[in-house]
Antibody
Framework: QVQLVQSGAEVKKPGSSVKVSCKGSGGTFSTYGINWVRQGPGQGLEWMGGIIPILGIATYAQKFLDRVTITMDESTNTAYMEVSSLRSEDMAVYYC????????????WGQGTLVTVSA | DIQMTQSPSSLSASVGDRVTITCRASQSIGSFLNWYQQKPGKAPKVLIYGASTVQSGVPSRFSGSGSGTDFTLTISSLQTEDFATYYCQQSYSNSYAFGQGTRLEIK
């Protein structure tokens, strides 16, 4: 049974950084993409970026290019997503999700990590 | 970037109703269109992928159709557990944009 388990909720100050982890189990992850999707309070889903471990390549949505870094530790099947220069608009639930193929859906999702940005 | 637009943004319906939600892409995406269901406080769950393929374990009352720029999600006979928010997503390009969501409420 594939599972993605994310790290716990975070409270951060504006201007700081946050790093969220996503540990996979029950399957092979090196050939699947791990994506990050965020959801602001009462808002819709927003794709932030993703990484395909076997390729070692991360791609990002244009709006996150300069503030988000996605990495993968294949030895532990753990993906990381770091957002820098946090602002109030970054307050959201952040999800990791496995992509079946480059053109396929996201079939398994983590439970979500709430990031609160507050002075 | 490809933009996805859903309609309606919200919908009230009754148990047993047939419901259709539409999704339009800003450019042709072939059949690379996925539908998700999300309930409050939970992660999204994939229902349909490739525009019309029902994900394993999803009830047969859910169906999808369309290609190019126009797509639909149909629920043939609404059940209580179907009241949720639905999102379309394109996977044609690696911007993986989602629609803004359709909130399905009980009438």
């Amino acid at each position: 049974q594939v599972q993605l388990v994310q790290s716990g909720a975070e409270v951060k100050k504006p201007g700081s950084s946050v790093k969220v982890s996503c540990k996979g189990s029950g399957g092979t992850f090196s050939t699947y993409g791990i994506n990050w999707v965020r959801q602001g309070p009462g808002q819709g889903l927003e794709w932030m970026g993703g990484i395909i471990p076997i390729l070692g390549i991360a791609t990002y949505a244009q709006k996150f290019l300069d503030r988000v870094t996605i990495t993968m530790d294949e030895s532990t099947n753990t993906a990381y997503m770091e957002v820098s220069s946090l602002r109030s608009e970054d307050m959201a639930v952040y999800y990791c999700a496995r992509g079946t193929t480059v053109t396929g859906p996201f079939d398994y999702w983590g439970q979500g990590t709430l990031v609160t940005v507050s002075a | 970037d490809i933009q996805m637009t859903q309609s309606p943004s919200s919908l009230s319906a009754s148990v047993g109703d047939r419901v259709t939600i539409t999704c339009r892409a800003s450019q042709s995406i072939g059949s690379f269109l996925n539908w998700y269901q999300q309930k409050p406080g939970k992660a999204p769950k994939v229902l349909i992928y490739g525009a019309s393929t029902v994900q394993s374990g999803v009830p047969s009352r859910f169906s999808g159709s369309g290609s190019g720029t126009d797509f639909t999600l149909t629920i043939s006979s609404l059940q209580t557990e179907d009241f949720a928010t639905y999102y379309c997503q394109q996977s044609y390009s690696n911007s993986y944009a989602f629609g803004q969501g359709t909130r399905l409420e009980i009438k």
